[in-house]
């Protein structure tokens, strides 16, 4: 740790004579690259991070990145052609992401839309006005993802929708894609419309949605995935560190917070409270700081305090915990803050309680944003991280940190419920998928193709591998005696019964990967089933 804290103060000085030495904004030109040339969290990140946490990137993906840069680089310099001309494009494909609601879901969206363009051979481009532009590192080698500021972008205001070009049955050459929380191209995901975008030269997609678990069951990606992620519950963290790597300016402020306040000797305990489905998102709930506390000294993550008839048992040299709060609401900080200072921990840990920021309200300006992502990265070199259910800023952090959170459950229908656990620990680093895109049994039965699976696994054992991604809508709702994840409406068998059923030994040797694997990765990735139940895996 004390190397950590020397190498937080070299970088500090580094990234001063870098950043400064540094002055033009201009958007990249065709002839040139982004001037966001420097990026030095791409070579440090990893050096802020305990060695545990330092993952060996899969020869797929590291490969299959290759292969994209060099076609990016390529693609790139024919932009303009390819819209005004899309004929004389040759073989380029382009994919535009644009983004939609707050720092945490625009970060999904570009993530899965980074896989779906990496799958498809499709140049990844961002819009230059939005946020990730201001805050991100150009993530691909001699060239950029900026939609450069010469280029005509009235071409793509002008592009049809996917539900037009689905009813009209032509395609052309632009199509405009919504893959979004309450504006949803169902359409994307049957096999017979990713084969007719085939062919079309522009896609612009706008997101705010983690959708790669779904990108799993499309029966061209899901060997694809499985090879560049052997271990599926950790690709997000790949895609994290790859994708999300903070330009000069936000790393400056995240090597010098943590060489100040968080590195050196101690456990560092990271929590990101938010609290969701009510009219002020930054408000103090005083029911949910009880159930915070709960967790946090019912799990022994932080000590209890002393009063006046619990023994003190002191430790020597006393043990240092550094707890980083994350929330809109700095009350919930001040309040842990001040019972550490006015009652001593039984054990005699010092704990010390920090935050980056607290705005109050929440809002799309640019400053708040560069401390979002600040805070998803100090949260990510937390030891243990506690976070809120169903949180986007929650899954970026717990991506880049590599870890299984334990969730915090303060959703207001949560506190009603009396036998739920303060917080439960997830089984992935990975998001859940909000929107499993099943609301019909009808659309289910239309996106299952004949072939879709091999003959040893057969279409059955792929329908129930596609209603367990339906069932996975957010974190597990631990329900009375252990029943685990939520099951599709009309289910009538107990969830602990059904999962058994499905996960069967001898399906198991049967199916392999290509079956049984993936439905179990889909659960695990959506917190979706405990570690009795999947032990034995």
Avoid at 135 to 154: D, G, I, R, T, Y
Avoid at 209 to 216: A, E, G, S, W
Avoid at 345 to 357: A, M, P, R
Avoid at 373 to 385: K, P, Q, R, T, Y
């Amino acid at each position: 740790m004390a190397s950590r804290a020397l190498l937080s103060s070299v970088i500090t000085a580094m990234l001063f004579v870098m950043i400064f030495s540094r002055r033009s904004t201009r958007l990249p030109s065709f002839q040139h690259m982004s001037q966001n040339a420097i990026c030095v969290s791409r070579s440090h990140h990893s050096y802020m991070m305990k060695p545990s946490r330092v993952l060996s990137v899969p020869p797929a993906f590291s490969s299959a990145l290759a292969e994209y840069e060099k076609m990016h680089s390529k693609c790139y310099h024919s932009l303009k052609q390819s819209i005004t001309n899309p004929a004389a494009g040759g073989s380029c494909k382009y994919l535009v992401h644009y983004e939609l609601d707050g720092l945490g879901n625009r970060l999904l969206g570009l993530v899965s839309t980074f896989v779906f363009s990496l799958l498809t051979n499709r140049v990844l481009l961002i819009d230059p006005k939005g946020q990730s532009a201001k805050l991100l590192c150009e993530p691909f080698a001699n060239s950029s993802w900026l939609v450069p500021q010469e280029f005509p972008h009235f071409h793509l205001d002008q592009a049809q929708s996917l539900e037009k070009a689905v009813q009209s049955k032509k395609f052309g050459s632009m199509v405009h894609v919504w893959v979004a929380s309450l504006h949803r191209d169902q359409d994307i995901f049957h096999h017979q419309v990713r084969s007719k975008l085939k062919n079309v030269t522009w896609i612009s997609l706008t997101s705010n949605l983690y959708f790669v678990p779904r990108l799993f069951t499309f029966p061209e990606f899901w060997k694809p995935l499985m090879s560049l992620f052997p271990d599926v519950r950790m690709a997000f963290t790949h895609l994290t560190r790859y994708l999300l790597l903070p330009q000069d300016h936000v790393w400056e402020k995240i090597v010098r917070f943590d060489s100040t306040y968080l590195s050196g000797p101690g456990k560092q305990l990271g929590i990101q409270i938010r609290l969701h489905h009510r009219d002020d998102p930054g408000e103090f709930d005083q029911r949910s700081f009880d159930r915070i506390l709960e967790c946090l000294i019912g799990k022994e993550f932080l000590p209890m305090m002393m009063n006046s008839t619990t023994e003190i048992i002191s430790a020597h040299p006393p043990k240092r915990i550094k707890v980083f709060v994350a929330s809109l609401q700095g009350r919930y900080f001040q309040e842990l803050k001040q019972m550490y200072l006015k009652y001593p921990s039984v054990d005699g840990s010092l704990v010390q309680i920090y935050t980056f920021s607290q705005e109050g309200v929440q809002n799309e300006s640019i400053q708040q944003a560069t401390n979002a992502l600040a805070e998803m990265w100090l949260l990510g070199f937390s030891d243990v991280l506690v976070t809120s259910s169903s949180s986007t800023f929650g899954y970026i952090a717990q991506g880049i940190a590599g870890v299984r959170p334990y969730v915090l459950h303060i959703r207001p229908e949560d506190l009603k419920n009396c036998s739920l656990p303060a917080c439960s620990r997830r089984l992935s680093p990975a998001p859940c998928n909000h929107q499993p895109y099943f609301e019909e049994e009808e659309n289910l039965e239309r996106m299952i193709p004949s072939d879709s699976v091999e003959s040893s696994c057969g279409p059955p054992t792929f329908a129930l591998w596609e209603e367990a991604v339906a069932a996975c809508q957010c974190e597990a709702r631990l329900k009375e005696k252990g029943e685990s994840f939520m099951l599709r409406e009309g289910d009538n068998g107990g969830s602990r019964a059904w999962f058994e059923r499905e996960l069967d030994l001898e399906v198991r040797a049967e199916c392999s990967i290509t079956g049984l694997a993936m439905r179990v990765e889909s659960f695990a990735a959506c917190g979706m089933v405990d570690e009795r139940q999947i032990a034995a895996i």
